[in-house]
């Protein structure tokens, strides 16, 4: 997967692997894996999961390997100093050491393309270079910002005299690179995943059942919804014809790319927490029925859920949260969704991304309309209201998409106009893309169960999970591409 950074030759993250969750390669390395987790002495087995760990980085990139490990040094280092320590000043260089070296490392590999192109019009003027240089062979290490902001959360927390230092660093090791989460998360907080680390956990029936479920279950949602809304994707973002398009052709490109990066992501983590469930080790959540959401801010506690509560707890709380008063507040809310933008890619359409959202989010709390409900609806009416708030939110998250996914502005432009301005003026045009609608439902019916579940307190019957894994795995053998796409995550 490519994404263009700023302007110019696309900024490459990482080579096609054969390691993927989708792969016949990680399924035999899983084997491996389990039965070294289950059956080896667990102080051997902990130390073998975090080799067998780097191995797994390795087959992405080898030669980033020393980097994760010299990340992991450096913390569980200044962890342990820092847990020593009672002054503050000594604390606060110690967690300042951690800071520049965890965001450094990341903003050189991530960013440099991104900000010596802002910045090269001024150096070419300076002699600098001759040539404005293309980065055509730079390459971000894969799940960079999954794991900096892992490792962060551990200093973090220290200094906040919230955790425990790991016991010794191989756990923190493990702690780091564990196989199922690291290239493309869930972001799992030291507090959640180290104490798992302590003993082996008994594997009881049900983690078996729902770790096969959360697999079966991730994989169609990856290899049959997100793989196979790619086309309309592609055609509208990729192949340079948004210009051509028609309206109904851009509508179902932007919502089936909506519907892509929902599967993709959710299906790459339930993967990851079915694997982990697997091994006796529970992640957090990750996503909750986003598309069910009334308000933005209802939609931040549904979409990406550790990402969220990271940025809530280690930006917005830092920078002073709801304590410094109303103004404040609108600012520390429009730093975090900026950052949060950034975090996901080196561009400024990721920047307008995040700006998107801390418009939204600041809007929503002076107007009041944050607050929603989830009970029995009173009437008619009420359940229309209800409807009409969450097409709001799916409309205005739809054209936040549309910064996410598209190279530059001018893609924007356009896609913009023929969403929001065409239809009234030339028509939808053709719906040669129709045909694959038909993947819709699969994403959203979940969420209008979802929906009679939290409302109506309509219970899933008793043999729900027995038919949806019997009707992914037929979705799965007759339906799914031959030709994989790969994780749209991996690049973040």
């Not at 209802?298 to 949260?321: A, C, H, K, M």
């Not at 520390?332 to 975090?343: A, F, K, Q, S, V």
Request: charged share 15%.
């Amino acid at each position: 997967m490519t994404r263009i950074c700023g302007s110019g030759t696309p900024l490459r993250y990482h080579r096609r692997p054969s390691m993927s969750f989708d792969s016949v390669t990680f399924w035999l390395f899983f084997a491996i894996a389990w039965s070294v987790w289950r059956f080896a002495p667990f102080g051997i087995a902990k130390v073998v999961t975090a080799l067998l760990s780097l191995v797994f980085y390795a087959w992405w990139r080898i030669e980033y390997v020393p980097l994760i490990l010299f990340s992991a040094v450096v913390d569980y280092l200044v962890g342990g100093k820092m847990a020593r320590s009672e002054g503050l000043i000594k604390r606060r260089i110690l967690l300042m050491v951690s800071l520049i070296m965890n965001l450094g490392l990341l903003g050189f590999f991530k960013y440099t393309p991104f900000v010596v192109r802002i910045f090269a019009p001024w150096l070419k003027d300076w002699g600098a270079f001759q040539d404005a240089p293309t980065f055509s062979s730079w390459i971000v290490p894969v799940g960079i910002s999954f794991y900096t902001f892992q490792t962060l959360s551990y200093t973090i927390d220290i200094y906040r005299r919230r955790i425990d230092v790991a016991p010794c660093f191989s756990d923190f090791l493990l702690y780091v690179s564990f196989f199922p989460q690291l290239v493309a998360g869930p972001i799992v907080r030291a507090k959640e995943l180290l104490p798992q680390f302590m003993k082996r956990r008994r594997l009881a029936p049900e983690h078996i059942q729902q770790g096969f479920y959360q697999i079966i279950t991730g994989l169609c949602l990856k290899m049959v919804v997100a793989d196979g809304v790619a086309t309309p994707v592609n055609f509208l973002f990729d192949e340079g014809d948004a210009a051509t398009a028609s309206v109904a052709q851009t509508w179902i490109g932007v919502t089936s790319f909506g519907v892509q990066i929902y599967a993709d992501f959710a299906g790459y983590s339930r993967i990851a927490i079915g694997l982990a469930l697997l091994m006796g080790i529970r992640f957090p959540k990750t996503f909750n029925y986003p598309y069910i959401s009334q308000s933005l801010s209802e939609f931040w506690t549904r979409w990406n859920i550790p990402l969220s509560q990271w940025l809530w707890d280690y930006i917005y709380v830092s920078l002073g949260g709801n304590r410094k008063g109303a103004g404040r507040v609108y600012i520390n809310l429009m730093i975090t969704m900026l950052l949060g933008g950034l975090w996901h890619g080196a561009a400024w359409t990721y920047f307008v991304w995040g700006l998107w959202h801390g418009v939204g989010l600041a809007i929503e709390r002076v107007l009041g309309w944050n607050k929603y409900r989830t009970d029995k609806p009173k009437n008619v009416k009420a359940v229309l209201f209800r409807f009409f708030r969450i097409w709001a939110v799916w409309s205005y998250v739809a054209t936040s998409f549309v910064f996410f996914r598209a190279a530059d502005f001018d893609t924007v432009r356009i896609i913009q106009e023929k969403m929001w301005i065409e239809p009234f003026t030339k028509g939808l045009g053709e719906w040669t893309d129709w045909r694959y609608m038909v993947i819709w439902p699969l994403v959203f019916v979940p969420h209008l169960i979802r929906i009679l579940h939290e409302w109506y307190d309509v219970r899933k019957g008793r043999y729900s999970q027995v038919f949806i894994v019997a009707a992914s795995l037929l979705l799965l053998t007759f339906i799914r591409r031959l030709l994989n796409q790969a994780f749209i995550y991996f690049q973040f």
